[in-house]
């Protein structure tokens, strides 16, 4: 990690609405910061396929549980997980692990992209 660097851990959830859809949203880095890691969907039903935006563009899927990554998102960039035809009222929860780093000092992440525990955030 590079000096100013810090733990990431972030948690987004949803629950599907009435028509089977779910949308889970991380809001991205703050001014000045970069989010480098991987998102896991840590609760939720098994084999179900969320489709990732990160700033608005499409960005690939993840296929549940995951993991998925690494990603690298920038301030003023969110992150969205869709899916579709999931069961009305099924809830999910998704973590990104990784780094925060400043934007003058981002360094290649070379870090797990798996996280296994929502509570304690473990690899």
Known sequence: MS???LRLYQVASGTADANGNVSLV???PGSGRVWQGGISIVSGTVGTLFTLTIGGQPWGAINSPGPGGPYQVWSGQDIELS???VKPGQSFVAVMSG???PE???TPYTGPIAVSSVSTGSP
């Open 83 to 85: 899916a579709t035809k």
């Open 26 to 28: 991380f809001n991205g």
């Open 99 to 101: 780094v925060d780093d």
């Open 3 to 5: 000096p100013g660097s």
């Open 104 to 106: 003058n000092g981002v």
